[in-house]
C-alpha cells in the first residue's frame, strides 16, 4: 500500500516549501513520487495506490499496475488503519510505505516482507522520528489508537504500544524522509534543476 498526496501546490512539503517556495516543493515531491513508483513497479505482489484527496486519472501509478484508491479516515492514523483493516480481507501480510523517502528500495520492501514470514511487525524507522513504513501479519489496529502524528514520538509510541501487546517487531535501516530543506539536502537529489519541463516517463525502468 503507497500512500501519496495529490499533487496540488500549496498542500505537498508544506515544511520544505517555507524554504524553497510552494512551486519547487511541488516539483521535489513530484520526484519523490517518481522514485516511488520506480521501486515498487517490479515487485511481484499486488500493489494499491492510496490518494490523499482523489484518485487521479491518467497519472504515473495509472497503467493497471497499481489498484487506485483514496484514503479514507480524518487523521493519518485513522486513514493507515482503515488501510490495513481493508489490506487484510484479503491478504495475511500488509505493507504500508509513504512517498517522502528518496533512500527507500526495493530491497528495503522485499526484505520487509521476508521478516513478516517470522514477526507481527516491521517497521522501516525515520531519521524524524517517524517510519518510512510498516508492515503487519495481522490487523493490529492499536497501533494507530491515540497516536500523535508528525511529531519526533511517533516511532517510539508504536514501539511502546507494540511491546504492551507482546509484538515481535523487525527494524529496517534507518533511513531519511523528507521533510525539510535539511532533509532534502541530505540527498542527491538537485532541486534546482527540477521543473514543470521535467519530462516523468511512467516507463523508466530505473535502476531500482
Partial sequence: M?????????????RLAEDIGIDK?????????HHTHKITKKLEVDKSVFYSEYVEIEDIWDNGDFK???QKGFTLGEKMSNAFDEGFDSYNKVIII????????SKHIKLAFEMLEENDVVVGPAKDGGYYLLGMSEYFPQLFQDKEYSTDKVLKELLEEAEELELSVYKLPVLNDIDTLEDLKETNIDWTKLGADAEVDSDDEGAY
Fill in 98 to 105: 509513504g512517498s517522502d523517502c528518496y533512500d527507500l528500495s
Fill in 68 to 70: 487506485l484508491t483514496s
Fill in 2 to 14: 503507497i500512500f501519496v498526496k495529490n499533487l496540488i501546490p500549496g498542500m505537498v512539503k508544506t
Fill in 25 to 33: 516543493a511541488l516539483d521535489v515531491y513530484q520526484e519523490l513520487v
